[in-house]
């Protein structure tokens, strides 16, 4: 019995009926031996969607990112980001405390770069400087509202960095929503990184679970620091089942995920004191600004509460809607007309 309608991320679903009788089933082993063979089919079924040579299943997408920045650095190196970006800003400071690199942060346009803004930030061969050494991107951009990085910016990247010696790891947490929103597949975006992670445990739906991809010799790097950060985990098949049952029955689905996306940002938009752009909802998220509820963005998540929605405030303006397979059409309604009770529509207040 589900008892709110719950906005705040795509992490919270719950695993279905179908995919909880694909764990029960599977068939596992001690994956540290390298022998669970639904962690080693969802392994080679990650690469190859992906278009790597290997890939390797990790607990998180926080791992899968720091195990990527560990084994592409050394220590002092310096790292490339979008100053809103997950592994800067919500990955516990890992990046220093785990790789001891420093992160060197670009502010871009709803969290995408240009290789411009990139090329100046690269710095000289000089011993005064850090070494530049691994550009991190983020597709979709989960602060900068589930935007999607076109895929030509993508590329440009990519060259630049490939003409300076730079590596590139690509933050994929949402890649299947990018790739099914902007109809460009997987392996498309991935070729423009030399690393991608990606999760299964956001919109798709599984309950756990990331991987990362790249070239044999790169995952070999990251498998022994799974090992060194204790992400090397034993009959995990259980979970790999969920992300294999995940990739071949919830991908297609997302359009409905950034349909409902849209709807509530076109819906918010008729209502009093938000400012929020249904044209810059691209995948799955809404971020919207409290601009004149007389309201913070905390009270108004207090509101939403106490009508049954759970939604997610960052700071005092800022509020973010996550729609994901636990959300189904009506919840849209009912979460804005939840909202028109909490917020007043522009003209014919309803309070
Ligand atoms: N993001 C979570 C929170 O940590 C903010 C969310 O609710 O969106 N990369 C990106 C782009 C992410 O959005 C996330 C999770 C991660 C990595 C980390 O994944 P997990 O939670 O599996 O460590």
Redesign the pocket.
Known sequence: MKDFIDL????VTQPTPAMRKAMAEAEVGDDVFGEDPTVNALQRKVANILGKEAAIFVP????A?QLSIRSHTQPGDEVIVEASS?PYN??GGGGSALSGVQFHCLVGLRGILDASQIEEAIRPDDHHFPITRLVCL?NT??RGGGSIYPIAKMVEIYRLAKSRGLLVHL?G??LWNASVAAGVQPNEYAQWADSV?V?L??GLGAPVG?LVAGSRPFIDRVHRFRKMFGGGMRQVGILAAAGIYALDHHMERLKEDHQNAKRLALGLKELKGISVDPDHVETNMVIFDVVNTGMTAPQVTEAMKREGVLIHAFGKMHIRL?THLDVPNEDIDRALQAFERVLGRTTGSTR
């Open positions: 705040r991320s795509d992490t998180t997408g926080t791992m990112n997950h919500f990955e983020e951009h989960n933050d947490a949402r992670s999760c445990s956001k990331s996550v």
